[in-house]
């Protein structure tokens, strides 16, 4: 699986959106981004997946650029619940997430 | 939403004693999976379950490590003796298709205390 790069930490203001990037620029063409999140030491929770075109469920939107070498990960209203490590996990279909070390963030009163 | 229950929620254990982690996968789910987070560290994959056998397992998952499906409704892992690094949080984790790019669920996690 191919590997993903994100920045440690964000902070993000309460009600404005927070923006995720993830590069993942030796991504292959069966492979699948998805993005999770762990609040606390919670289990890790879904919220969005995609292969090339741009997806957006109740929770997120996920943009991925054209030749999907990167991904963005769009919280529009961004609330102090959405603090959490947010994991960009590449894979494809047939095998096991692994886990990076994500991104930290923090939503500002 | 369905869910994936683990219990106990907090386990505390001896150095050498065994124990065993217990989840109950979402019921038309196909494929099991254990995962562990150390205090302040990523999230890691211990062992893949299918079809009653292991499909894949990490350098962590040695010989102290077994896993089982004993009825149609459990996944246990055993830690046979345990050790003072094998205190973690443990998520057990399940998906019903392998091959359709289906999200994991993970359960809220058993914290397990070596001392």
């Known amino acids: 699986d191919a590997k993903t790069t994100q920045p440690p930490s964000m902070d993000c203001a309460e009600g404005r959106a927070a923006n995720l990037p993830c590069n993942h620029s030796?991504?292959?063409?069966?492979?699948?981004v998805y993005w999770y999140r762990q609040i606390h030491s919670q289990g890790p929770q879904y919220i969005i997946h995609?292969?090339?075109n741009n997806e957006t469920n109740e929770m997120a939107s996920l943009i991925i650029t054209e030749d999907r070498k990167s991904s963005t990960l769009i919280l529009p209203h961004a609330t102090l619940r959405d603090t959490a490590v947010y994991y960009c996990i590449v894979q494809t279909g047939a095998n096991n997430l692994f886990f990076g070390t994500g991104t930290r963030l923090t939503v500002i009163p | 939403e369905p869910e994936v229950t683990q219990t106990p929620s907090h386990q505390v254990t001896q150095m050498g004693q065994e124990v065993i982690l217990r989840c109950v996968p979402i019921?038309?789910?196909?494929?099991f999976y254990w995962y562990r987070q150390i205090l302040g560290q990523k999230v890691e994959f211990l062992v893949s379950?299918?079809?009653?056998?292991?499909?894949?397992k990490s350098e962590i998952f040695d010989d102290q490590f077994s896993v089982e499906r004993p009825d149609g409704s459990n996944f246990t892992l055993k830690i046979r003796s345990t050790k003072l690094e094998d205190s973690a949080m443990y998520f057990c984790a399940s998906r019903g298709q392998f091959w359709t790019n289906e999200k994991l669920f993970f359960g809220s996690g058993t914290q397990l205390s070596v001392l």
């Open positions: 019921s038309n789910h196909l494929y």
């Open positions: 995609g292969l090339k």
């Open positions: 379950f299918y079809n009653n056998e292991i499909s894949e």
């Open positions: 030796t991504i292959s063409g069966n492979e699948y």
